[in-house]
């Protein structure tokens, strides 16, 4: 009975929404989307503060918006702020596993098995190489698909790749704290310095470049590889968390 | 039909957390849902034949782009999705290690 009202429901919600959906004319269906209607499209021709210009691979000297990436140039230009905030909240949630599970005195979680030799040198191999290509992710973020955000998460997966191949590998949590602090403060002191030196919070205010080098985009990269230090960081220090118990006497 | 798709796993994520009593099996509904819910974001802004909205040297003039602020607004959604899976995890293990048990029925009766 319960299953069925569940059920009902699940359906005769989806039903409500579809309907909604098609009623409304404000909702075009999928791919007949006009962008010259919407805010994007400023993102798009970077015309946000009312400069529009012609942009270029490798060629043009942009005004607002660094990034060839354009996602990049909302996340940690438009929106930066936003973004400080989203950081915050996954430094709340990491601080609240370390809340529950964390423990003065803690140990690893003991393996069913033994790993071999062959497993620990192999898991160290492939540790150097995801290990790169997070870095390579983090730092080409305004230039590629990716950014801090996965770049972090790869450092991460690295990191969990070497507690899950090595039952006496314990990773320095110590270091992981000092890291992810001293990347959540820069980034807020690169806002600070922004407001002090030139107009509001966050600003740009490096020299963008041309668009599409490597070093472009002002503060832009900076900031995306502080917030991959701190996603990073953090997301290993959840791990760290998660395969540990408290030492029992 | 994309969005059709992405509506009926929205539904299926919210069935399993209504019916589930295992608290992984909750965690793994509201992923799901969350996943449905990222998928109809993106292709809320989808354009048809658009590419990526990213500057490459390949990148012909003239060409048209997806609408980029719903991958943004994506990309902070993915974020804090994992953040309240580690906290909704982190809270699973200690009621295993108070109840020895995932199960929400079984966990009053010690």
Redesign the interface.
């Known amino acids: 009975m319960?299953?069925f009202l569940?059920?009902a429901?699940?359906?005769g919600?989806?039903v409500m929404?579809?309907v909604a959906?098609n009623a409304n004319e404000l909702f075009p269906s999928?791919?007949?989307?006009d962008?010259t209607d919407?805010?994007?499209n400023s993102?798009?021709n970077r015309s946000v503060l009312g400069r529009a210009q012609d942009?270029?691979?490798?060629e043009t000297e942009v005004t607002e918006g660094g990034p060839?990436?354009?996602?990049t140039?909302?996340?940690a230009d438009y929106?930066s702020f936003?973004?400080l905030g989203?950081?915050t909240?996954?430094f709340?949630?990491?601080l609240?596993?370390a809340l529950?599970?964390g423990a003065t005195k803690q140990k690893r979680l003991d393996f069913n098995f033994k790993p071999n030799f062959m497993l620990k040198v192999g898991s160290r191999a492939l540790f150097a190489i995801i290990l790169m290509t997070g870095i390579y992710v983090t730092i080409h973020g305004h230039?590629?698909?990716g950014g801090g955000?996965p770049g972090g998460?790869m450092i991460a997966s690295s990191i969990l790749l070497l507690y899950l191949a090595d039952d006496t590998f314990r990773a320095k949590v110590k270091g992981f704290k000092i890291l992810e602090s001293v990347a959540g403060s820069l980034y807020v002191v690169i806002g600070l310095i922004g407001l002090i030196t030139a107009d509001y919070f966050l600003v740009n205010f490096i020299n963008n470049g041309i668009?599409?080098t490597l070093f472009s985009a002002g503060i832009i990269p900076i900031v995306y590889v502080l917030i991959g230090l701190k996603?990073g960081s953090e997301?290993s220090g959840?791990i760290d968390?998660?395969l540990t118990e408290e030492e029992t006497v | 039909m994309l969005q059709y798709a992405a509506i009926f796993m929205m539904m299926l994520g919210l069935y399993g957390i209504l019916t589930n009593r295992n608290i992984i099996k909750i965690i793994i509904s509201l992923n799901i849902l969350e996943i449905g819910l990222n998928i109809f974001i993106i292709s809320v802004g989808y354009v048809k034949d658009g590419i990526a909205p990213i500057l490459t040297s390949a990148t012909p003039s003239g060409s048209i782009f997806v609408d980029p602020l719903p991958q943004a607004l994506v990309l902070t959604a993915i974020v804090i999705g994992v953040g309240t899976t580690a906290l909704g995890l982190s809270l699973a293990k200690k009621m295993f290690q108070k109840y020895g048990t995932y199960n929400l029925d079984e966990m009053g009766e010690q």
Do not use: C, H, Y
């Open positions: 319960k299953k569940a059920l429901l699940s359906i919600l989806g929404i579809i959906l999928m791919g007949e989307v962008i919407r805010i994007s993102f798009l942009v270029i691979f490798g060839a990436n354009m996602i140039a909302i996340v929106r936003d973004t989203e950081i909240v996954l709340v949630s990491s609240g596993v529950l599970l230039l590629t698909p955000f998460a668009v599409g996603v997301i959840v968390n998660f």
